[in-house]
């Protein structure tokens, strides 16, 4: 692994991680403290998590503030993403343990209609909301757009529920995490808009 990461490192570019902790719950104090190393062995080279690594407010914290080159992505850790849980339930280990950064949708989601109903009283967890805050230079939005009707159907759902998100939150910590983020760390030439 430390070959892959030194490639990357050598294309002066972020290192993406793919972690799921909660689908591996036994072994995610380990996993922590194993990236935590890593973290530390490489202070000055940026990581990204993917789907939040699926952490808690509590271990995101404490990883933001003992790290300062961890950064978090949003891909899969929104209402939709619940829908997986449920659906999964205890069937499955894998792709059961997503989060969601906000409220909880209202019962009986996803049913036809449901994000106009979950649009106007969607809020951030309390938990999340002030870590973002607090860090708005580590967290990156993205939509983990794997499959064809991720695309055609889930998508411009997606992005209703996070410029709603977003909107929630400080402008300097949208305009941040919406496009600043992304820019400085993957060195895009781009604009971000307001």
Not at 19 to 48: C, K, T, W
């Amino acid at each position: 692994m430390t070959k892959a990461i030194d490639l990357v490192l050598d294309r002066k570019a972020p290192v993406i991680l793919h972690l799921e902790l909660n689908d591996y719950e036994p072994q995610s104090e380990m996993i922590i403290q194993q990236l935590g190393q890593l973290l530390a062995r490489y202070p000055n080279h940026d990581f990204v998590l993917m789907h939040m690594a699926q952490a808690t407010p509590e271990e995101a914290r404490d990883l933001a503030e003992s790290h300062a080159n961890v950064h978090f992505m949003t891909s899969t850790a929104d209402a939709f993403a619940s829908f997986t849980v449920a659906k999964a339930g205890t069937s499955h280990k894998a792709q059961a343990g997503w989060i969601n950064l906000f409220s909880a949708p209202p019962d009986g989601a996803p049913y036809k209609g449901w994000l106009a109903d979950y649009l106007p009283v969607l809020e951030w967890d309390e938990h999340w909301k002030s870590l973002i805050e607090a860090h708005p230079d580590r967290f990156v939005f993205a939509a983990d757009n794997v499959f064809g009707p991720h695309w055609t159907k889930r998508y411009p759902a997606k992005l209703k529920l996070w410029r709603r998100a977003l909107s929630l939150l400080t402008d300097k910590t949208a305009r941040m995490m919406a496009c600043a983020n992304a820019k400085r760390l993957r060195k895009l030439e781009m604009a971000c808009g307001s």
